[in-house]
T-cell receptor
Framework: AQSVTQLGSHVSVSEGALVLLRCNYS??????LFWYVQYPNQGLQLLLK??????LVKGINGFEAEFKKSETSFHLTKPSAHMSDAAEYFC????????????FGTGTSLTVIP | DTEVTQTPKHLVMGMTNKKSLKCEQH?????MYWYKQKAKKPPELMFV???????INESVPSRFSPECPNSSLLNLHLHALQPEDSALYLC???????????FGPGTRLTVL
C-alpha cells in the first residue's frame, strides 16, 4: 500500500515569508501526486498536481511544487504568504496500481502571522 | 460543469433517526466516493462506487448504507447513528487515471 508523510502537522509563517510544506511518498511505480487545500468547514480544493512531464508544477494562488523522484518528495512552496493562505493542506498520491484508491497524508495546518 | 454538489450542508439527527445524504456530479465521472472527516484529520475513505457498482467498502458499520441510483447520483443512508459518527461527510468523484478527485463542499453531521 501507499504511504504519504507530511512532516510538520502545524506550520506558522509570517505574512510575506516563504511557505514550505513537506510531503514524502512511498511508491514503487511512478506516482501521481496532488496537493489539496481545505478551508474551515469546506471541501477539499485541488491546488496542483503532478502526473507526467515537467517536474515543477504551478498551481492556483501562487503555489508550486516540485516532484523529486530521487528524494520521493513533492514539497509545496509559495514565495510570499498571504493571510488568506491559512488553511489545512493535504498531500495525496495515487498510481496505476492503486485503482480508485487515493492516499492522503495526515495534513499540515498553516497559520499566517500578521 | 466541474462541480460536485452535496445536500444538505448541515444535518442534526438523533440516534434513532433515519436520514440521507445526497451527492451529485455532472462531469461524466464513473467513480464516486464517500469520505468521513474528523477535525484536523485527513478524509477517511468509506465507500467507492465504480460504474455504479460498489467496489470498495472500508469495513464501514452497517448503520451507513450507500446507494448509487445512477452514474450522477450517490446517496448515503444513515440509521441508528452514534455520537461518534458526527463528522464532515465528503463526496468526491473521479474519472480514470491519474484519479484526480473532485470534492463536494461536504455535509456537517451532528448526532445527538
Amino acid at each position: 500500500a501507499q504511504s504519504v508523510t507530511q512532516l510538520g502537522s502545524h506550520v506558522s509563517v509570517s505574512e510575506g515569508a516563504l511557505v514550505l510544506l513537506r510531503c514524502n511518498y512511498s511508491s514503487s511505480v511512478p506516482p501521481y501526486l496532488f496537493w489539496y487545500v481545505q478551508y474551515p468547514n469546506q471541501g477539499l480544493q485541488l491546488l496542483l498536481k503532478y502526473t507526467t512531464g515537467a517536474t515543477l508544477v504551478k498551481g492556483i494562488n501562487g503555489f508550486e511544487a516540485e516532484f523529486k523522484k530521487s528524494e520521493t518528495s513533492f514539497h509545496l512552496t509559495k514565495p510570499s504568504a498571504h493571510m488568506s493562505d491559512a488553511a489545512e493542506y493535504f498531500c495525496a498520491v495515487s498510481d496505476q496500481n492503486t485503482g480508485n484508491q487515493f492516499y492522503f497524508g495526515t495534513g499540515t495546518s498553516l497559520t499566517v502571522i500578521p | 460543469d466541474t462541480e460536485v454538489t452535496q445536500t444538505p450542508k448541515h444535518l442534526v439527527m438523533g440516534m434513532t433517526n433515519k436520514k440521507s445524504l445526497k451527492c451529485e456530479q455532472h462531469m461524466g465521472h464513473r467513480a464516486m466516493y464517500w469520505y468521513k472527516q474528523k477535525a484536523k484529520k485527513p478524509p477517511e475513505l468509506m465507500f467507492v462506487y465504480s460504474y455504479e457498482k460498489l467496489s470498495i467498502n472500508e469495513s464501514v458499520p452497517s448503520r451507513f448504507s450507500p446507494e448509487c441510483p445512477n452514474s450522477s447520483l450517490l446517496n448515503l443512508h444513515l440509521h441508528a447513528l452514534q455520537p461518534e459518527d458526527s463528522a464532515l461527510y465528503l463526496c468526491a468523484s473521479s474519472q480514470g487515471l491519474p484519479n484526480e478527485q473532485f470534492f463536494g463542499p461536504g455535509t456537517r453531521l451532528t448526532v445527538l
